[in-house]
């Protein structure tokens, strides 16, 4: 099949986990023998006026990067759900109506350039798979303007998009189900992962003192406040170190500010961003995986740690409770500080039995997600879409 794919993002410029999705399966479904064209939103553009498409390989896929608007200052939660900028999107349309694709898959759920191009293909007739991935929840937590404009556009362009699908997909349930934009139909097929060569050694001790991680945006909706205050609490009866890696989702400033208040800037450590090859390493390098998430989608952080053989200790809201349990993680429902200091405890004073055990667990649930079949998945929802594909 010849298949064009559209993402909000695309490595190595990403925000958050969804990037690296889309362009595993982007790759899964090449490596399958179809041709495939990746149009995605350029985060990195900070030029109103950008026209030009940046369009070049892209391993086994041609990449086309749009520039998009830069978000207002201050609002980095919206730095992949702008428009397109003008002049580039004239462009988008003039090569999306040249372009002889027997089907699209469209990646995410209330982004301007995902609706967009929905727009165009209609007008084609060019049918098209959408995934959710997770409804937008920062500007639900922007006050009300914000919140009434992402009500406006989900109910009048995204709901257009999905409705017009030849099929919908989502990661979880639970982002099919989101009360904030229910979809009301489609099938569930979950993130992926490739396993590491390599897990964690069964007979490593927490070490002293313990390396705490999250991988995570830094936003209030990954709970990284609940973190912080629990590193801090064990902090004053054993050592430890937390290191947080992720972009800022809008509210880096006030957890910087949290740990200031804590006086816990000599344990508590923004990291940045890290290189996706070095994600197995950084994971087996820390003691246990912290994702005391208020929302999520999926998750796939904790499925990672699973697969390293790292304690994850976690909130099962949402995505996250569709892979794990009692028996592969430590559960903490809520966000009571004090509660996650205890599981932290936990992890420290567990029997090698007890860990060995869960550790097994996790890797047992790992391994029944990996990417293989889950590519085959969106293959065969992808040829099911529409009448184009008949024969591919």
């Not at 995410?108 to 959408?130: D, K, M, Q, S, T």
């Not at 313990?210 to 990954?222: C, D, E, G, M, Y």
């Not at 889950?374 to 293959?379: A, I, L």
């Amino acid at each position: 099949m010849n298949l064009l794919v559209v993402a909000p993002e695309y490595p190595p410029n990403v925000i958050g986990g969804g990037g690296a999705v889309y362009e595993r399966v982007a790759q899964g479904l090449a490596a399958l023998g179809h041709n495939l064209t990746v149009v995605y939103g350029d985060i990195t553009n900070r030029d109103p006026f950008a026209k030009d498409l940046r369009i070049g390989p892209g391993g086994a896929v041609r990449l086309i990067g749009v520039p998009l608007l830069p978000p207002p200052r201050g609002v980095n939660w919206a730095i992949s759900a702008t428009p397109a900028a003008p002049l580039a999107a004239a462009n988008l349309r003039r090569l999306l109506q040249r372009g002889d694709w027997d089907v699209a898959h469209l990646h995410g759920i209330g982004f301007p350039l995902v609706n967009a191009c929905a727009r165009i293909l209609a007008e084609r007739n060019i049918p098209y798979v959408v995934t959710a991935h997770g409804v937008p929840r920062g500007p639900f937590t922007r006050g009300r303007l914000f919140a009434s404009i992402a009500r406006w556009y989900l109910g009048g362009a995204t709901r257009r998009t999905v409705e017009g699908a030849s099929a919908v997909t989502g990661i979880s349930r639970a982002v099919l189900d989101d009360p904030n934009f229910p979809i009301g139909r489609g099938t569930v097929i979950p993130n992926g992962i490739d396993l590491p060569a390599a897990t964690r050694g069964r007979e490593e001790a927490p070490r002293v003192p313990l390396r705490v991680l999250s991988i995570s945006r830094l936003s209030a909706n990954k709970g990284i406040d609940v973190a912080i205050n629990a590193v801090a609490l064990l902090r004053r009866s054993h050592p430890v170190e937390y290191d947080i890696y992720g972009t800022d989702g809008g509210d880096e400033r006030a957890l910087r500010a949290l740990v200031d208040a804590a006086g816990a800037d000599a344990y508590v450590h923004f990291r940045g961003t890290f290189a996706p090859e070095s994600r197995d390493r950084l994971l087996a390098d820390h003691d246990v995986l912290l994702m005391p998430s208020r929302v999520e989608g999926f998750g796939l952080a904790a499925l990672e740690g699973l697969a390293t053989g790292i304690p994850v200790i976690a909130n099962p809201v949402d995505g996250l409770a569709q892979f794990l349990s009692a028996e592969n993680a430590v559960l903490v429902p809520g966000h009571d500080p004090a509660a996650w200091c205890e599981a932290l405890e936990r992890i420290i004073t567990e029997s090698p039995a007890e860990a060995h055990r869960r550790i097994d667990a996790g890797l047992r649930t790992a391994r029944a997600f990996a990417w293989e079949p889950v590519v085959r998945s969106y293959e065969s929802a992808l040829a099911s879409a529409g009448p184009r594909t008949a024969g591919t």
